[in-house]
Nanobody
C-alpha cells in the first residue's frame, strides 16, 4: 500500500507561482511513474505532468514552458513548480503514483486558485 500526501496549494494572483509537493510513503517499488493531475469544477480529471523513476517527464500542452516537475528520491517526494499561473489553472490538483503491473494511487488533492 502507498500513501500520498500533497501540500503547497493556495491562492495566487495571475502571473504568480506556486510549488506543490507530494510525499509518498509505503511500498514504493524501484520502477514507477508519479505525476500531477487537475480537476476543475464540472470537468474530468486531466493530466498535468508526469515523471518516471528514470527521470523522463511528460507535460500537458497547456502547461509546457510554465510548469516543471522534479523529484527527490531520498525523500520520495515529487514537486510541481508552477510559474506564470493563469486563472484557467484553477483546479484541485491530485498527486498520482503508478506501479507495475496495475497499482494506481491518488492523493487527497490540493486546491489551487488563481485570481486577482
Amino acid at each position: 500500500q502507498v500513501q500520498l500526501v500533497e501540500s503547497g496549494g493556495g491562492l495566487v494572483q495571475p502571473g504568480g507561482s506556486l510549488r506543490l509537493s507530494c510525499a509518498a510513503s509505503g511500498s514504493i517499488f524501484s520502477i514507477y511513474t508519479m505525476g500531477w493531475y487537475l480537476q476543475a469544477p464540472g470537468k474530468e480529471r486531466e493530466l498535468v505532468a508526469t515523471i518516471t523513476s528514470g527521470g523522463s517527464t511528460n507535460f500537458a500542452d497547456s502547461v509546457k514552458g510554465r510548469f516543471t516537475i522534479s523529484k527527490d528520491n531520498a525523500k520520495n517526494t515529487v514537486y510541481l513548480q508552477m510559474n506564470s499561473l493563469k486563472p484557467e489553472d484553477t483546479a484541485v490538483y491530485y498527486c498520482n503514483l503508478k506501479q507495475f503491473p496495475d497499482a494506481n494511487y491518488w492523493g487527497q488533492g490540493t486546491q489551487v486558485t488563481v485570481s486577482s
